[in-house]
């Protein structure tokens, strides 16, 4: 698996942009050179100098300090947002994979009913439901996404719980916790693991969207979704303050896609 | 050893969901068979015929719709498809571990596991530098030959072969079946052999069952192949060996 990730470039470029972002982001007061509240409005919209690398924004907070505090409850609310996902879909999978009959039906109906939503329409009712804050945004998100796992996770079951190894663990009187926890559970995560890569970058712009439109993490916390929002409100007279926050989700967004 | 009386197993047919999905396919029609100690049972049949599905019954696998089940346990099995035989995750050393916990667990004792696996890869005719090998890393021949050490490693009274060497290459199969012979006589196991392959019934067992369309059409000795009286049984001979059926 690693040569074959060595071998391709663009995957491994992504990786390491990936790897970097997490490793500012955790150590931001390393990196950051300013106070992201610091509030200095004598110095507003200051153009890229060497002590503001991307100049200040409206308030005159220094845009590169809040972008590395920033990546903070960015990838923290996505990581929630997975694990959520995951573990309702995952233990929903498996009950409807293992015992199949009545629980697989009902199971079934309520993954149908889920997945038959538009999600991101979805999101916006729950969030209105809930109220706005960050943690009603995580919640709808899960609520919406956990049927992805559940459908994919029982797929695999089926899959594997008729494959040779498992019969014949079956056989011979194997615990049922071994052929779950060694057999079944491993076969299974690896696909996961890829879906769930791929599915962090959705979370990341999922959260960014609603920070974006009011709906998630509020100001004055950076977050990049947020920060583009306070830049829409001076898009007229600074446009260069969204540029960075604009590309740094893309380029997450891409780089996680990719590799 | 064995003992089946009348069993009826169906699929639910199709695999469309249906509401009015109530039709079944009738897969074996009032199967019964009876294994005595000792003895090596080949169930021979066309594709199709319901030999797994009988296979998985006598296993344990799948509970008939009707009839009555008697199999002695301790019981292994060998698939015929290698590839999905063990967990591609598992070395070969976990993959007869597994096996050996078991048999721990059941007989309430403290096994030299690295030791039990050297032996056991002996007995299968490889040597200890596959231990850590993973299956991937492993042929046809060699990977089943792991599945046989797995399914000996249990000490198992009774060993269920699924046409465990159909898909082995001819030279291969010979080895195998010299092997499985070996093996029979040194724990005195009992052997049911499946496959839809006369010669290699001829070579190993000394009962035959006959399965067409689920239903059991001719069950003799290995010498009484020659006064076979059913029409099926007759042509599957005739058409695979130069005996001439009367
Ligand atoms: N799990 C299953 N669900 C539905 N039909 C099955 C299933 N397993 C086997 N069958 C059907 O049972 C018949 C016999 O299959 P099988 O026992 O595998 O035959 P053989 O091993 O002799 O080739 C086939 O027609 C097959 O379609
Ligand atoms: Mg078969």
């Known amino acids: 698996m690693w040569k074959k990730l060595f071998k391709n470039k663009t995957a491994l470029i992504m990786l390491i942009i990936?790897?970097?972002?997490?490793?500012?982001?955790?150590?931001?007061?390393?990196?950051?050179?300013?106070?992201?509240?610091?509030?200095?409005?004598?110095?507003?919209?200051?153009?890229?100098?060497?002590?503001?690398?991307?100049?200040?924004?409206?308030?005159?907070?220094?845009?590169?300090?809040?972008?590395?505090?920033?990546?903070?409850?960015?990838?923290?609310?996505?990581?929630?947002?997975?694990?959520?996902?995951?573990?309702?879909?995952m233990v929903m999978g498996l009950l409807a994979g293992y015992f199949r009959g009545v629980v697989d039906e009902i199971i079934m109906r309520i993954i149908d009913v889920m997945l038959s939503f538009p999600s991101q329409i979805m999101i916006f009712a729950i969030v209105a439901l809930l109220g706005v804050d960050v943690r009603n945004v995580i919640i709808a998100n899960v609520i919406i996404?956990?049927?992805?796992?559940?459908?994919?996770?029982?797929?695999?079951?089926?899959?594997?719980r008729s494959k040779n190894f498992i019969l014949f663990s079956r056989c011979i009187g194997n615990r049922e916790s071994f052929i779950l926890f060694r057999h079944l559970l491993p076969s299974i995560s690896w696909e996961m693991a890829v879906l769930a890569t791929l599915d962090i970058g959705w979370a990341i712009l999922d959260i960014s969207t609603f920070s974006f439109l009011g709906l998630g993490v509020q100001a004055p916390t950076p977050e990049w979704g947020a920060m583009l929002n306070?830049?829409?409100?001076?898009?007229?007279?600074?446009?260069?303050?969204?540029?960075?926050?604009?590309?740094?989700?893309v380029t997450c967004f891409v780089s996680i896609l990719i590799s | 050893m064995i003992n089946l009386q009348n069993i009826n197993v169906s699929f639910r047919k199709g695999n469309t969901k249906s509401i009015f999905g109530k039709e079944r396919q009738q897969v074996l029609k009032d199967v019964s068979m009876n294994v005595e100690e000792g003895d090596c049972v080949g169930i021979i049949g066309e594709s199709g015929s319901g030999k797994s599905t009988l296979g998985c019954v006598i296993c344990g696998l799948l509970k008939p719709d009707s009839g009555k089940v008697y199999v002695k346990k301790p019981i292994s099995v060998v698939f015929q498809d290698y590839s999905t035989s063990v967990d591609p995750r598992f070395t070969v050393n976990d993959i007869i571990i597994e096996s050996l916990t078991v048999r721990e667990r059941r007989d309430g004792i403290k096994l030299n596991k690295d030791n039990e696996v050297y032996r056991l890869l002996e007995l299968v005719g490889l040597g200890q530098e596959y231990?850590?090998?993973?299956?991937?890393?492993?042929?046809?021949?060699?990977?089943?030959?792991?599945?046989?050490?797995?399914?000996?490693?249990?000490q198992p009274r009774i060993i269920l072969f699924d046409e465990a060497i159909s898909s082995l290459d001819?030279?291969?199969?010979?080895?195998?079946?010299?092997?499985?012979?070996?093996?029979?006589?040194?724990?005195?196991?009992?052997?049911v052999?499946?496959?839809h392959d006369l010669t290699s019934v001829t070579y190993l067992c000394n009962k035959v069952l006959f399965l067409y369309n689920g239903q059991v059409v001719e069950t003799c000795n290995i010498d009484g192949l020659r006064t076979i009286k059913n029409e099926y049984a007759k042509n599957l001979l005739n058409s695979i060996m130069d005996v001439p059926v009367k």
């Not at chain 1, 390393?30 to 991307?54: C, G, Q, R, T, W």
């Not at chain 1, 796992?149 to 089926?158: D, E, G, I, K, P």
């Open chain 1, 230 to 249: 306070e830049a829409k409100n001076v898009m007229t007279t600074n446009p260069v303050q969204m540029i960075a926050p604009g590309v740094a989700i």
């Open chain 2, 170 to 191: 001819a030279h291969t199969q010979v080895q195998v079946m010299d092997l499985l012979r070996q093996i029979k006589l040194k724990y005195s196991l009992t052997y």
């Open chain 2, 193 to 195: 052999f499946i496959t």
């Open chain 1, 145 to 160: 996404k956990w049927a992805w796992y559940a459908r994919m996770v029982r797929t695999n079951v089926m899959k594997y």
């Open chain 1, 18 to 89: 990936i790897f970097a972002t997490t490793i500012v982001g955790i150590f931001a007061p390393l990196f950051a050179s300013h106070d992201p509240y610091e509030i200095d409005v004598m110095n507003k919209f200051a153009v890229i100098s060497l002590e503001y690398p991307l100049g200040t924004d409206n308030l005159g907070r220094c845009i590169l300090s809040r972008m590395i505090y920033g990546i903070r409850p960015t990838l923290f609310l996505s990581l929630m947002t997975m694990i959520g996902t995951i573990s309702i879909g």
């Open chain 2, 131 to 154: 231990i850590l090998r993973y299956p991937h890393e492993l042929s046809g021949g060699q990977l089943q030959r792991i599945c046989i050490a797995r399914a000996v490693a249990l």
